[in-house]
């Protein structure tokens, strides 16, 4: 029953499942979320259906009760209703592929939306890889992400910068940062061999052969630096580890896992690592602070400490 509820909560056109199932749910799925709810309610009172649905009559509390927990600017009811929208998939085009890129989705009848000049969106089933060379070509990544290029070019001086992507993961946003500040002096690390083993196999598709890259536990203090000295970048990236509740469209599992609890302890980590990171900036040097929450402690609290003690 679990499952007929969320394909019902997630359909918005006919289903096939639930016009051979729940015929009545399938000529409703249209309807908002919370005429949705209410319709379940009301067949729950009739006995037509499950009766153990909670009580309550908030749809959106009953998803996600932490909305004081949201960060600023984040619109709370149409966050929730966004969980119920399976996203789509972006890809960045990397400089000096646009047209070539565009030519080849187009030969190939794929189906894609322009975010921007360089920024694509594709529905969730598209076999890209069949189509395009993935990271040297274009780079699978969230538009999110791909956003902070907007901090990254008013940094375009000429200059050969010195930078460091703290918690580099596989690569992606070192990719795009080489992309626009060209030519760097870039140092790459990462707690985990395994994905840094992902990250040097994209950088070579992507033709970046000019870095170091270091595994480093930045959570415990014998290991940070890389090696470096003091104030020696111009710009760290940090992708600090977080709650992923931005992404929990594509993970909405974690919303059955999640407790409120858990924020404090991916805190603690986020202070530890840009405690650790900062006095490796330069004077007159850039802090990326990154996350992809959607709570205030992640986020703008967390700058605002940084900010204070530093």
Not at 43 to 58: I, K, M, R, Y
Not at 217 to 238: E, N, R
């Amino acid at each position: 029953m679990r499952i007929l509820t969320g394909l019902f909560f997630c359909s918005q056109a006919n289903n096939e499942v639930l016009e051979f199932i729940k015929p009545a749910w399938n000529k409703m799925v249209a309807i908002s979320l919370e005429e949705k709810w209410m319709f379940l309610k009301r067949e729950a009172l009739s006995g037509n259906d499950d009766d153990s649905l909670p009580a309550s009559d908030d749809f959106f509390s009953l998803v996600f009760p932490w909305e004081a927990l949201l960060s600023d600017g984040i619109h709370y009811t149409d966050f929730v209703r966004s969980l119920f929208i399976q996203p789509d998939f972006f890809a960045r085009i990397r400089p000096g592929y646009k047209n070539q890129v565009k030519d080849k989705l187009i030969s190939r009848s794929v189906p894609f939306g322009i975010i921007r000049e360089d920024s694509l969106s594709f529905n969730n089933t598209t076999q890209l890889s069949d189509v395009v060379e993935l990271d040297k070509e274009v780079v699978i990544q969230d538009d999110s992400s791909q956003r902070i290029a907007d901090f990254l070019k008013p940094l375009r001086t000429g200059k050969m910068l010195k930078v460091w992507d703290c918690c580099a993961g596989s690569g992606g946003k070192s990719i795009l940062v080489k992309d626009i500040l060209g030519e760097i002096e870039l140092t790459v690390s990462d707690i985990r061999e395994s994905i840094l083993i992902n990250l040097r196999k994209r950088f070579s598709t992507a033709g970046i052969k000019e870095y170091r890259s270091h595994l480093i536990d930045l959570t415990k203090p014998a290991s940070q630096g890389s090696g470096y000295s003091a104030g020696a970048f111009d710009l760290v990236i940090c992708d600090v580890p977080c709650s992923g509740s931005g992404t929990w469209a594509r993970t909405p599992e974690q919303l059955y896992f999640w407790s409120e609890t858990k924020i404090l302890s991916y805190v603690q980590t986020q202070e530890r690592i840009t405690s650790r990171i900062i006095p490796y900036i330069k004077k007159g040097g850039y802090l990326l602070y990154i996350t992809c929450s959607v709570f205030k402690e992640e986020n703008e609290n967390r700058v605002n400490s940084i900010m204070q003690q530093f």
